[in-house]
Structure formats: C-alpha cells, structure tokens
T-cell receptor, first 113, second 112 residues
Framework: KAGVTQTPRYLIKTRGQQVTLSCSPI?????VSWYQQTPGQGLQFLFE???????NKGNFPGRFSGRQFSNSRSEMNVSTLELGDSALYLCASSLDRAKTEAFFGQGTRLTVV | TQLLEQSPQFLSIQEGENLTVYCNSSSVFSSLQWYRQEPGEGPVLLVT?????EVKKLKRLTFQFGDARKDSSLHITAAQPGDTGLYLC????????????FGTGTSLTVIP
C-alpha cells in the first residue's frame, strides 16, 4: 500500500512568486491536512480538507490556500512568496475525520530567495 | 504559544542508557500521537493513545497517556543509535477534526 506522496520534494522560488504543492493521500483516505514546519515555530497547522471542502483552517494569512479534488488529492498554493515562507511543508493523510491517526508524507522543502 | 510543551528540548545520551521525554499541556486531548522525524523527512507515526492512563509498549519504547488526558510520556529503554531523531507529540481535541497540535519537539542523539 503506497504511502503519502508529496511533490515536488524540493523547490526554490523568488520572493513575490507563487508556488503550488501537491499531495496524494494513502489510497482510501479522504482527509488531507497541511502543516508548515520551521525551526523556530515547529509544526503549525495550515488547513484540513475532507470531501473537497475545507473543514478547518489555521492562523495563516490568505496568501496560503488549498483545494482537494474528487480523488482526494490535494494541492496547496502560496502566493506572493516571502522569505519567511521558507519551510518544510508536510501533508498528512487520515482515513476520515473520526479516525485518530494521521500519516505524513516526506514533505516539500520550499526555499524562498 | 504552544499548546503542548515537550521536555527536554535536547538530549544526548550514551548507547544503552534509558531516557524519558515528557509532553505536557493544560488542555485536554481526545487522543495523542507520538512521531519520530529524521532530518529532511516527514514524521513517522509511532503510537496513538486515546484513553486516560493508557500505557502502550512498542519494543523498547513505552508510551503513557496521563489520567486527565493532558500529558504524555515516552520512555526508551537501552537506547540505540537508531533511536536518534526528533520526537514529536501531537494532540487532537474534540470537534477540531484532524487538526493536530504539535509539541515543541525533543531532539535525541544516541552516541555509540
């Protein structure tokens, strides 16, 4: 059974640009959550998608957005990139909203220069 | 402000020693998970505890959930170099779906 797949693994962007990250959850899992991990702040929740709807959102500016497709794959988008957006972006897959376990992908390392 | 505080933040021990990592909060959680993360990789789930007072063992690792479901601990017996990594606790609260609140992390180094 394949795990959570995130693409790309590494990305370098310039300030002001926008970026789209992709996450394919474990087969059969319908909930996808996104987290940002930085050395200073640790793992911070961005948002959760279930059945193509955003169910929960963390305390991040509107430049951070996401969506989920009918096959449960999810994308997150960051517009007008800032240096402080440099981080490891992690996607977590869960069977549904009632199950307690979340499984993470390897992450996308975004560097903004 | 972190909802979950972990201690210690850094730990460097010799192979064969025992250690305990603590995860504390003033909030109640419906469940708590422990992860281990290696540099540049995503966190790998170790265990989930859901009942107050629950104790789970995974080989040399023992996990405990506090009676009031506000805290947890991870105890490693006879640590090995392969245990090196960042240990993270993550709590889930009722009515917040799959939003997990992560602890500050404990970086463990086991010296051969």
């Amino acid at each position: 059974k394949a795990g959570v797949t995130q693409t790309p693994r590494y990305l370098i962007k310039t300030r002001g640009q926008q970026v789209t990250l992709s996450c394919s959850p474990i087969s059969g899992h319908r909930s996808v959550s996104w987290y940002q991990q930085t050395p200073g702040q640790g793992l911070q929740f961005l948002f959760e998608y279930f059945s193509e709807t955003q169910r929960n959102k963390g305390n991040f500016p509107g430049r951070f957005s996401g969506r989920q497709f009918s096959n449960s794959r999810s994308e997150m988008n960051v517009s007008t990139l800032e240096l402080g957006d440099s981080a490891l972006y992690l996607c977590a897959s869960s069977l549904d909203r009632a199950k307690t376990e979340a499984f993470f992908g390897q992450g996308t390392r975004l560097t903004v220069v | 402000t972190q909802l979950l505080e972990q201690s210690p933040q850094f730990l460097s021990i010799q192979e064969g020693e025992n250690l305990t990592v603590y995860c504390n909060s003033s909030s109640v959680f419906s469940s708590l998970q422990w992860y281990r993360q290696e540099p540049g990789e995503g966190p790998v789930l170790l265990v989930t505890v859901v009942t107050g007072g629950e104790v789970k063992k995974l080989k040399r690792l023992t996990f405990q959930f506090g009676d009031a479901r506000k805290d947890s601990s991870l105890h490693i017996t006879a640590a090995q170099p392969g245990d090196t990594g960042l240990y993270l606790c993550a709590g889930r609260q009722l009515n917040t779906g799959n939003q997990f609140y992560f602890g500050t992390g404990t970086s463990l180094t086991v010296i051969p």
